[in-house]
């Protein structure tokens, strides 16, 4: 789970809660909601809620409308998961990361209230969030779906202001469903009577499933390419509405697919009703780490000065994210690009990897460090060789990137990728 040194009385009781439920992931709302009963049903004392559901982008989109809202003067609460360094990334309380003690605090009151029952840890842990979210004034919660939706322990809000849907593909089958279809309708769980909807880029049959629930629902959809749009147009960031057109600078956020995401926050800050103002600091002022995010301090980025290669880490691990990531590579100037990736079994690899077969030199792959279900190097590094990647598995990250760092050359590029697990690892413990 990736918890701190520093944080010891949390970690402690992290630990405990891990060990209440044997699954990991199980979806159902039984559970959460007899703690919440337990609790005094904070849920319902929660400030107004922006609920955010999709396969990629959630966070980016969460990032981006804090940084709108906050700009307006807004005391905003926001709920995000997994963490990449420590736990307390996960809570934020009208603005700033939750204190050590204050998430102690909120943890053993959840952990005594649900008296050993079996709940598993995202359920308690969410429900902590939720008490610490309902005791402190805020104008707004930002609340985003940890899996899913439709049965997430997220989804307990009946009245939320407004939904987000951001672009539905493939990740999570075994919970979700085989089909994008499928995967909509978990994401469209999200979708409340009377609550408009801000619907990101989709395929056909993802959005006729969204479609279909808002219809049922008399939720007001905002869709993309039908309500609003938002283009990348001469180093500039057009979004148009039906309130018509605005032109901000591109958001600072980097990738194609951050259009597409800044898009999304912008509709939803323009259907609470906030300004030109708030949507420029959106794109402008909103940070999100390890989303192509250039590591400049630590040891590992101290490797890649001295050798002359930029060194970039993202957390993408599903085969949109590839794509995403690899498109932006391509459209850099360019530069020979080296790859260190570790994954989890779970994920589809070789999707993930085919896009950067016609740009990468090569992949040096790596197991993730303490991660129950990640994928061993070896067997990375043959899913990489099958989609026409140079491959091979390297012992330590260290040694990884050393070995990337001598393919890419001076001037060139290093990417370390595949796992939101690693990009903690790489972030908590080399800068």
Same mark, same amino acid.
């Not at 880490?313 to 990531?325: M, P, Q």
């Given at each position: ?246 032109? *901000?600078?591109?958001?600072? $956020? ?45 040891? $590992? ?57 016609? *740009? ?54 290093? $990417? ?10 790489? $972030?908590?413990?080399?800068?």
């Amino acid at each position: 789970m990736g918890f701190d040194a520093h944080d010891a009385a949390s970690d402690a009781i992290l630990t405990r809660l891990l060990s209440l439920h044997p699954k990991i992931i199980d979806l159902t709302l039984d559970r959460v909601h007899r703690l919440l009963g337990a609790m005094g049903d904070p849920e319902r004392s929660l400030p107004p809620v922006v609920h955010i559901a999709g396969t990629n982008g959630k966070g980016s989109t969460q990032a981006m409308m804090r940084a709108g809202l906050e700009a307006a003067g807004g005391r905003v609460h926001a709920y995000t998961s997994p963490h990449l360094a420590r736990f307390h990334e996960r809570i934020r309380i009208a603005g700033a990361l939750i204190e050590e003690a204050h998430l102690a605090a909120l943890l053993e009151e959840c952990e005594r209230a649900n008296g050993g029952a079996p709940i598993t840890f995202f359920e308690i842990t969410t429900v902590a969030a939720f008490l610490g979210f309902a005791r402190t004034p805020a104008d707004w919660l930002l609340l985003e779906v940890g899996l899913g939706g439709r049965l997430d322990a997220t989804n307990v809000v009946d009245r939320p202001r407004l939904t987000v849907i951001t672009p539905v593909s493939f990740d999570h089958e075994q919970y979700l469903g085989r089909t994008l279809g499928k995967i909509a309708a978990e994401k469209a769980g999200i979708i409340k009577p009377g609550a408009p909807c801000v619907v990101g880029p989709q395929t056909d049959e993802a959005f006729a499933v969204i479609e279909a629930r808002a219809e049922a629902l008399g939720a007001p959809l905002i869709a993309e390419g039908r309500d609003w749009t938002a283009r990348a147009e001469r180093g500039r960031l057009v979004f148009e509405d039906g309130a018509g057109l605005l032109d *901000l600078p591109l958001p600072n $956020l980097p990738g194609p697919h951050q259009i597409d995401n800044a898009g999304a926050a912008i509709a939803g800050l323009r259907a609470l009703g906030f300004d030109d103002a708030a949507c420029e600091a959106a794109v402008t002022a909103a940070e999100w780490p390890a989303r192509l995010q250039r590591l400049k301090r630590g040891p $590992l980025a101290d490797m890649a000065a001295a050798a002359g290669v930029e060194l970039w880490l993202d957390g993408g691990h599903n085969v949109a994210a590839g794509a995403a990531v690899a498109a932006w590579f391509a459209a850099r100037p360019p530069a020979r690009l080296a790859m260190v990736c570790g994954m989890l079994e779970t994920k589809d690899a070789a999707g993930y990897l085919r896009p950067f077969a016609p *740009l990468a030199e090569s992949l040096t792959t790596v197991d993730i460090p303490g991660a129950q279900a990640g994928l061993p190097a070896a067997t990375l590094a043959d899913a990489g060789g099958r989609v026409g990647l140079r491959a091979a598995p390297a012992p330590t990250i260290a040694d990884a990137l050393q070995k990337a760092l001598a393919d890419a050359g001076r001037g060139g590029r290093a $990417l370390i990728c595949g796992s939101l697990y690693l990009a903690g690892y790489v $972030l908590r413990d080399n800068g």
